[in-house]
Nanobody, 115 residues
Framework: QVQLVESGGGLVQAGGSLRLSCAASGSIFSINNMGWYRQAPGKQRELVATITSGGSTNYANSVKRRFTISRDNAKNTVYLQMNSLKFEDTAVYYC?????????WGQGTQVTVSS
């Protein structure tokens, strides 16, 4: 199995920046795609960004100009650099890792944006 641990969330003013990290352990050699999702209270969980093992990326339209996903395969870690944060970005952010068969999720890290 794969274990994912997120870090880097917190409280930030609108317009500020945060960098989320997600460290993978366990059966890491089976991981292909990794990504970030988020969920606010009362709302559906939504895709934020994904990245393949080869480095191809995909972003939700709402974050495309502001967020950057990256991965360090040597460290088994995926990152989400979040700039120009808005109140609407407030949510629990979840790390995701996919194999050919299964999808794994981290515990989530809270991001709160205030003015």
């Amino acid at each position: 199995q794969v274990q994912l641990v997120e870090s880097g969330g917190g409280l930030v003013q609108a317009g500020g920046s945060l960098r989320l990290s997600c460290a993978a352990s366990g059966s890491i050699f089976s991981i292909n795609n990794m990504g970030w999702y988020r969920q606010a209270p009362g709302k559906q969980r939504e895709l934020v960004a994904t990245i393949t093992s080869g480095g191809s990326t995909n972003y939700a339209n709402s974050v495309k100009r502001r967020f950057t996903i990256s991965r360090d395969n040597a460290k088994n870690t995926v990152y989400l650099q979040m700039n120009s944060l808005k109140f609407e970005d407030t949510a629990v952010y979840y790390c995701n890792a996919g194999t050919y068969r299964l999808v794994y999720w981290g515990q989530g890290t809270q991001v709160t944006v205030s003015s």
